[in-house]
């Protein structure tokens, strides 16, 4: 059975505020770990003070705007290559289904005009931000440290992808069924990250306006 986050979506606006611990708590631990201040870590994951050009930051805001329309419009055909292609052939129709039945869903249903515009702004100033600078920044620039950057984007992928299918949540049919998918939009931010200097902002701004984009139409 799927699990129906967006059922009440002010049980959804609340748990998506939770998501600024993907800030606070590993900014936090790392510090102590590292013998680091917390505002070196912060650093680290992408808030600092932006000294780039105006044409660059709107070239980072347009691209961001850009690859959030591009996911949105191309979503559907990632989950059909990778769920109803790949999945089906190796594991059969049946897993399939069970993997769709035990999906995680966060669309909100039946919100009212104010929770609408609270869960759009959540995805601006927390979801998109707090999930980019954790996954992306912090997770790529303690990889590298210790691999390859190529390896380090495919692990920081896999977390974003178990974050979303986490399997001590949903049956494993879900995991695997879904696992391409997040994990080739993981990616892609990843490369996206990499591409503008390790900047969270086109990868914030994507990852937001593709979930807004979901929530709406």
């Known amino acids: 059975m799927s699990i129906q986050i967006g059922r009440n979506p002010w049980i959804l606006i609340g748990l998506s505020s939770l998501e600024i611990l993907f800030v606070i708590l590993p900014a936090f631990i790392a510090g102590k770990i590292e013998k680091k201040g917390v505002r070196e870590e912060l650093t680290e994951m992408g808030f600092k003070k932006n000294q ?8 980072k805001i347009f691209t961001g705007i850009g690859i959030g329309i591009l996911l949105f419009a191309t979503g559907g055909f990632i989950i059909y290559f990778f769920r109803d292609i790949i999945v089906k052939f190796i594991f059969g129709t049946s897993f399939v289904q069970h993997g769709d039945a035990g999906a995680i869903l966060t669309q909100p249903i039946q919100p009212s005009i104010i929770q ?3 869960i759009i702004v959540l995805q601006f100033l927390i979801i998109g931000i707090c999930e980019e600078a954790f996954f992306r920044a912090f997770l790529i620039n303690k990889f590298k440290n210790k691999m390859r950057l190529r390896y380090a984007l495919i692990f920081s992928s896999i977390f974003f992808t178990l974050y979303h299918v986490p399997p001590f949540l949903v049956p494993i049919t879900t995991t695997i069924t879904f696992f ?8 892609l931010l990843s490369f996206i990250f990499i591409y503008f200097d390790y ?3 086109p990868v914030s701004i994507a990852h937001s306006i593709f979930n807004i984009l979901i929530i709406i139409l």
């Open 180 to 187: 391409g998918y997040y994990f080739s939009i993981g990616l």
């Open 199 to 201: 900047s969270i902002i």
């Open 52 to 59: 780039d050009s105006l044409i660059a930051n709107l070239l």
């Open 116 to 118: 609408v515009i609270i």
